[in-house]
């Protein structure tokens, strides 16, 4: 049976402090908990400070582009329905450049984890806004502070389609682990925003800003996360500061849908195609 250390490959390059450890940490536990074995897991993730989490996880990985997680861990999942498929990265790689396949994702519902490290700020880049960053905050893009209104991953995730969402904080690792845990044993496409604050270039959204905001969900009496109204106007009260299983409702994976339950990923396909299917494939494209 694997044990942490299977989970681990190189030393983490991260500032000291960084949100970014509890997340490897929470998601190394799991697999350990659940009985993985690295071999049955892939991390997928793009460009950024936590999108290194792949170089630092020993599972099978794919460091990906700049926004391009989902996508690559989709076609990974569909090719191989047997392998654990987590996507990973950070708000401006998951809700900035790579919002279109995020939206996708939800209402597709592939059956895989992602979990986007939020930490309001574009931490590889030294500083600048990212799409989660609240109005008026001040950064090196916004020294004026932020003129638009944020991204509401939570929401945005709900109303288009996802099957899952919750959020977690760094600070809670506890709770981290076992939101992590319920998104990978969700059947479909699981979405764990993470609180991973940035100490080096947010000094705003610290821990103890978070601490002091944070109202948690899976405490609160008569919270139904099958809901979606209650979810919907819940977040919204709390400015998105939240945590907890927010939102679950069951429905069929992409897989289950477009392969049936017969049928396999290409990766158990056979490579070669009989003579006869190919003949059938020539003479086709002649007729047309
Ligand atoms: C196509 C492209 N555009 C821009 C960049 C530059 N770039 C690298 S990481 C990054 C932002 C990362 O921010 P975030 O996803 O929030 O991750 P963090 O570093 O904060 O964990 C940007 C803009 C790039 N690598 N590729
Ligand atoms: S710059 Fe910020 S996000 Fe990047 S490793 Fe340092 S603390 Fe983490």
């Not at 990985?61 to 569909?78: D, E, N, V, Y």
């Not at 880049?125 to 109005?135: E, L, R, V």
Request: glycine share 10%; net charge negative; with cysteine.
């Amino acid at each position: 049976m694997a044990t942490m250390a299977d989970f681990r490959y190189d030393k983490a390059t991260w500032c000291p402090g960084c949100g970014d450890f509890s997340v490897l940490a929470a998601l190394q536990q799991v697999c350990v908990r659940m009985g993985l074995e690295p071999e049955d897991v892939c991390c997928v993730s793009g460009i950024g400070c936590s999108g290194k989490i792949s170089q630092h996880f020993g599972s099978y990985g794919f460091h990906s582009l700049h926004g391009r997680s989902l996508p690559t861990a989709q076609g990974i999942k569909m090719a191989n329905q047997d392998l654990t498929v987590i996507a990973a990265g950070g708000d401006g790689d998951g809700y900035g450049i790579g919002v279109g396949h995020f939206v996708h994702a939800c209402r597709r519902n592939v059956d895989i984890t992602y979990i986007v490290m939020d930490n309001h700020i574009y931490g590889l880049t030294t500083g600048q806004s990212s799409p989660t960053s609240k109005k008026g905050f001040k950064t090196k893009t916004s020294p004026q502070g932020v003129a638009e209104e944020p991204i509401k991953p939570l929401e945005l995730a709900i109303v288009s389609g996802a099957s899952f969402v919750a959020q977690a904080f760094s600070g809670d690792l506890k709770q981290l682990q076992r939101l992590i845990e319920e998104g990978m044993k969700h059947k479909g496409f699981s979405l764990i925003n993470v609180f991973s604050p940035c100490v080096t270039f947010n000094r705003v959204n610290t821990y103890e800003w978070f601490k002091e905001n944070i109202v948690n969900f899976d405490e609160e009496e008569g919270y139904d996360p099958t809901n979606k109204a209650m979810a919907l106007q819940r977040i919204a009260e709390t400015d998105s500061v939240c945590t907890g299983i927010l939102y679950q409702e069951q429905r069929p994976a992409f897989h289950e849908v477009v392969l049936g339950a017969t049928e396999q990923g290409t990766v158990k396909v056979p490579l070669e195609i009989p003579n006869d299917e190919m003949q059938a494939l020539i003479d086709q494209f002649r007729r047309a």
